[in-house]
């Protein structure tokens, strides 16, 4: 299936309708021309709606085939840090793909940014830190911004976690709500943070050369779930995949299924289903629930295809090595 560009919406749920082209506010204007003082505006410049310019975030530069939304090479300072896919109705990404790296330093501090061509057409690729003061409601129609987690009993889930990239720069780059889902703490704060970190040491101990990341998140089977009034949708599960061709072959014999490829899903719904991912009952109070399954990477493809009635495809050739 080819990735479409899907159209800019005003408004909320049912009531969206594509938005018309507005005039920008006095403090987005004022934002602009101190972006394009500094050079880091550039208008004519887009990274919204096609992967060309990124391909190298991708396994033989491929992006995963499938699922349709809005493509967005995540450019920051100039340069690009990772992919995403899009999904303007849903206001959250499907998935976010990237080389992975090993951290230094610090976790950087929390800066959240908004990606300017989501909401103005001739903007320039990069992200935008949100200026002080009142929100354009510009920006606010054409993506999600932090009220919408406000109050809400969710987080902002990282699909492009800070925790894979060395780069001070590349860290930062991942707190943009074009890269985050709303996520139970219970799994953020838990089973997927320690996916996140086992993913860490398995890479760092026995991958030999580039690994590549996808991770991206499951709609609910039947009815959608919304933060604030249908502003952003929640998904049911999250799922992460690797591609290493190049790996140590010596490896333990607990990790021999875990190379060239791994997958995992993780439940976002401790009221969900055990038929993807089982619940273990012994986990501790705050995080029983919120499990992930480690499986391989044709398992995870077999529930994307049951989940979104269609053929999705991770990683070229299964991330075989084959040209």
């Not at 995963?64 to 206001?91: H, V």
């Not at 998935?95 to 103005?120: D, M, N």
């Not at 039947?222 to 049911?236: F, Q």
Request: glycine share 6%; aromatic share 14%; with cysteine.
């Amino acid at each position: 299936m080819i990735l479409q560009k899907e159209p800019r919406l005003c408004g909320s749920g049912s009531a969206a309708v594509p938005c018309p082209n507005t005039n920008m506010s006095r403090c987005c204007t004022l934002v602009v021309f101190f972006l394009i003082f500094i050079g880091l505006w550039c208008p004519g410049k887009a990274d919204v709606g096609d992967f060309t310019p990124c391909l190298h975030f991708f396994y033989k530069s491929w992006p995963p085939k499938g699922l349709i939304g809005s493509p967005i090479c995540q450019r920051y300072f100039n340069q690009y840090r990772f992919a995403s896919l899009y999904s303007r109705p849903r206001r959250s990404p499907w998935f976010s793909a990237y080389i992975y790296s090993a951290p230094e330093g610090k976790r950087p501090r929390a800066s959240w940014k908004f990606e300017p061509q989501l909401t103005y057409s001739g903007a320039d690729g990069n992200m935008i830190p949100f200026p002080p003061g009142p929100l354009d409601q510009n920006v606010v129609e054409s993506q999600a911004v932090g009220p919408d987690y406000n109050n809400s009993t969710y987080s902002r889930g990282h699909l492009n976690p800070s925790l894979h990239h060395q780069k001070h720069e590349d860290r930062s780059a991942t707190f943009t709500f074009t890269n985050v889902v709303p996520q139970k703490s219970g799994s953020n704060e838990g089973p997927w943070e320690i996916l996140e970190q086992t993913i860490n040491r398995t890479l760092d101990a026995f991958c030999l050369g580039e690994a590549y990341i996808v991770t991206g998140v499951m709609p609910y089977q039947d009815e959608e779930h919304w933060l604030k009034n249908h502003r952003v949708a929640v998904p049911e599960y999250l799922w992460s995949a690797y591609c290493c061709p190049n790996y140590n072959t010596s490896l333990p014999i607990e990790l021999e299924d875990t190379f060239p490829t791994y997958a995992a899903v993780g439940r976002n719904d401790r009221n969900s289903s055990e038929d993807i991912v089982p619940i273990n009952p012994s986990a501790q109070k705050q995080f029983r629930g919120y499990d992930v399954r480690k499986m391989s990477l044709e398992t995870l493809e077999v529930y994307l295809r049951e989940r979104f009635k269609t053929i999705i495809s991770v990683f070229y050739d299964q991330c075989s090595g084959s040209n």
